[in-house]
């Protein structure tokens, strides 16, 4: 039985403390999608679209099968004279759902699970990251034109490949928003789309390499109290306003005539608060939206940095364990890379939307506490195992899947204790051994 079938009994027979996860994926919510994307079709085939949604899902809950197995195996086909479905038809329903729908499941679930989600605050901010990653599609002609290669002046890539750029609230891992395209687009161009889906009373934590001042001055003025954090670049010119603390200053920085074309409503200057702090006897300087010094303290921000890899972790989750290492996508056409890099976000939000509710069972548990691997399994398989047990059963069994958050929470961060080395390239070819003398 496939995931469909378990969180539809999940609609009707979930206890009350258990009421978000009835709102998981209703057929309501996936109907929506269909009509406002356009995809919605009244002739009933074996592979309804509605389904396909779904197989989508599993080609990232189920890495391990095939797809055409994903469709035949779980349950998911209308009935018909044959068990199976052969591969083309499998591929043709994909074409035909397209991209649209599963970009749509993902903003309509990421907005339903944030509200059912109590986030903390830091000062009355939710804090949140902006990041970016590379991801590998199959090497087809299609997939080369459409997303192109990084390359140098000696080498280029063996793969086309995708740049995506995403948010993601850091204490639960939910992503708010994804941003992708072909890997010769810049970051912070990509950046630009999700400036709508931060949200107010917010705390944005940037990588250097999203240092644009345009960028930074549309982000907190896109909202109400919408902030960053980002490491101040190498070489930036700045001038110092006034000292508003040990180690604190308030600034203004210029931007260049390149800045001002691009981002055309940008003003010549941006005001900032420069924070510099020794942390393991490396000198660490950051700019901040924060201005107000008695409501920010300096002195917490600059600890606020290391949170950032929170989402360099939830990359990790994605492509180490859901996609098992396997660094290649599936799909051999761009509007099919779309909608598998959709419908991996959403099955990613799921899973860590399910992870928050388990957290909360625990008292002093965050979700980011939850080990991602041993409880996407557990959660995956007791649901996969939900539609052979009999409905008088079903709260028992989602409470058990509760209680076992205990056995899924994490140890304590321990501090590195090793120094960063470059080790050596492994030579590809075999090297003879010294001769004996």
């Known amino acids: 039985m496939f995931l469909r079938q378990a969180l539809n009994q999940v609609h009707n027979f979930s206890p009350e403390q258990l009421s978000g996860l009835s709102d998981l994926l209703s057929p309501e919510l996936i109907e929506q999608c269909l009509q406002e994307s356009g995809v919605a079709t009244i002739r009933k085939r074996r592979l309804p679209m509605e389904m396909m949604v779904w197989s989508v899902l599993g080609m990232s809950l189920y890495r391990h099968l095939s797809m055409d197995k994903v469709v035949s195996q779980l349950d998911i086909l209308l009935p018909g004279k044959k068990p199976f479905v052969a591969p083309s038809a499998v591929i043709q329903a994909r074409q035909r759902l397209g991209s649209d729908v599963m970009e749509a499941v993902f903003n309509h679930t990421q907005r339903l699970w944030h509200r059912k989600t109590p986030h903390p605050n830091w000062h009355g901010l939710t804090l949140h990251a902006v990041d970016g990653v590379v991801w590998r599609t199959p090497d087809t002609k299609s997939n080369d034109e459409h997303f192109s290669r990084t390359s140098n002046k000696t080498t280029i890539s063996e793969y086309p490949q995708v740049r995506m750029v995403c948010h993601m609230e850091l204490t639960s891992h939910l992503l708010n928003g994804a941003s992708f395209d072909s890997v010769s687009k810049s970051e912070v161009d990509l950046t630009l789309p999700l400036i709508e ?26 909202g109400e109290e919408k902030h960053w954090l980002i490491p101040l670049r190498k070489g930036a010119q700045y001038t110092v306003l006034s000292k508003v603390g040990r180690g604190q200053e308030l600034v203004e920085l210029k931007l260049s005539p390149q800045a001002q074309k691009k981002w055309g409503d940008a003003p010549q200057t941006l005001q900032a608060r420069l924070i510099t702090k020794t942390i393991k006897g490396k000198e660490v300087r950051l700019l901040t939206s924060m201005i107000d010094t008695m409501k920010y303290p300096g002195a917490d921000i600059a600890e606020l940095y290391s949170h950032r890899w929170e989402i360099e972790l939830g990359y990790r989750e994605m492509k180490q364990y859901m996609l098992q290492n396997q660094l290649t996508l599936r799909s051999k056409k761009p509007e099919l890379v779309n909608q598998e890099l959709w419908g991996m976000l959403v099955a990613y939000n799921l899973l860590r939307f399910m992870m928050c509710q388990m957290a909360y069972q625990q008292k002093s548990v965050m979700p980011y506490q939850i080990g991602f691997k041993q409880a996407s399994l557990f959660l995956v398989g007791q649901l996969q195992l939900l539609p052979a047990v009999a409905p008088g059963r079903i709260p028992e069994v989602l409470n058990y899947i509760m209680e076992m958050s205990e056995s899924f929470i994490l140890p304590e961060r321990r501090e590195r204790s090793y120094p960063r080395a470059v080790k050596k390239r492994p030579c590809r070819y075999a090297t003879r051994p010294p001769r004996r003398r």
């Not at 705390?203 to 240092?211: E, H, K, N």
């Open 197 to 222: 889906y931060s949200p107010s009373n917010s705390l944005t934590i940037f990588d250097r390499g999203f240092y644009a001042l345009g960028l930074l001055h549309k982000w907190q003025t896109s």
